[in-house]
């Protein structure tokens, strides 16, 4: 089993930067990818980033080149750096890690972008 931590979130404004961070323990050892998603009211979850275990990212289109996920496989964490964060940015954001046996999901953290 794989628990899933996150932290970071918090009320920003239009412009300003946010880094999250997601902690893994339990069987970490078998982890692949992991990412992070987003769900804003009213909408379905959706993928923000992703990064394998040998650091290859991919990114929505609509943060690239705004956000950058990274991963310190030592410490089992998972980082979203987020800058010129945008009001449409607004969602409970999401840890995810990927095992053989499915997907584990942290309890997420809201992040609020005000104009």
């Known amino acids: 089993q794989v628990q899933l931590v996150e932290s970071g979130g918090g009320l920003v404004q239009a412009g300003g930067s946010l880094r999250l961070s997601c902690a893994a323990s339990?069987?970490?050892?078998?982890?692949?990818?992991m990412g992070w998603y987003r769900q804003a009211p009213g909408k379905r979850r959706e993928l923000v980033a992703v990064v394998t275990r040998g650091g290859i990212t991919n990114y929505a289109d609509s943060v690239k080149g705004r956000f950058t996920i990274s991963r310190d496989n030592a410490k089992n964490t998972v980082y979203l750096q987020m800058n010129s964060l945008k009001p449409d940015d607004t969602a409970v954001y999401y840890c995810?890690?990927?095992?053989?046996?499915?997907?584990?999901w942290g309890q997420g953290t809201q992040v609020t972008v005000s104009s």
């Open positions: 339990g069987t970490t050892f078998n982890i692949n990818h």
């Open positions: 995810s890690a990927l095992v053989n046996g499915g997907t584990y």
